[in-house]
């Protein structure tokens, strides 16, 4: 019979950043809250600090800069000193490093997107980042079809195409980026976006107003004609009728009012016929083509 050979248990690496603080947990379990178990709190996040900043190093390169993730790594180690109990016999690095990067990882999850993202849709684009690096087996090959990540994954194409578009929402485009990429033409993405064109109003009010100035009486238009056409003064048009000034005035007033109030009887077109109030007192032009159309 064989003798049996017992290997000695390998023990687990032991980091400079891991400190024997046994006896100082211990006391820190058994003081009450006050002056005394906050110094000695302070004292244990300070010599587990080495430790909480080398798990923060291991998510650098990942668009958030490294003294802002030993903050956070930091964030965590408070929250595993205050919430680790010795007492139930597990050693403090193993309670410890789940805490601090899970909060790491909750920092990414919640205040690194540009973009608000749902935490279920951040998954997805965890699992289908995964799965493209997966396939993509050289840096030559085309990226994955959306059919082929969903066999790969189990993961029904819908929720492909979701974690797919969320890859991209993770960090956001400037509006003074220069469009495309690389060029020295000066043109930057803000310069395609379109903007409103004033004119478009003037144009529905003219379109509005025409049928209604097709209304008014022969006089009522001869009147808007000569002003806006001939560009005459009042007076040179009360000379041309015969009339005062004083009643071409009430004359021009008149047709406005009448095209008004028309306008708004006629409600089918609430946005054109709101333009075309606002016009008709400031653009003589859209009188003005109302007549020639009528």
Known sequence: MCPVRYRPQRTRHSHDDAPDTAKEFARLAALPEGPEREELSSRLVEAWLPMAHRLAAKYRNRGESLEDLEQVAALGLVKAVDRYDPALGTPF?????????GEIRRHFRDHTWDVH??????????????????LSTTPDDRAPSVERIAEHTGMPEEDV?????????FRSLSLDASMPAGSDDGFSLADTFGHTEGEYDTVVAREAVKPCLRELPERQRRVLYLRFFRDMSQS?????LGISQMHVSRLLT???????HQVERDRRGGRAHAAARTTVHRNPATVRDGVAAA
Request: glycine fraction near 6%; proline fraction near 6%.
């Open 93 to 101: 690095v193993p309670f410890a490093v789940p805490t601090i990067t």
């Open 117 to 134: 993202v749902p935490r279920r849709v951040q998954e997805l684009r965890n699992k289908v980042r995964a799965a493209v690096r997966e």
């Open 161 to 169: 195409a979701a974690g797919l578009e969320a890859i991209g929402s």
């Open 236 to 240: 040179r048009i009360g000379q041309e």
């Open 254 to 260: 008149k047709s406005f009012e009448r095209v008004r």
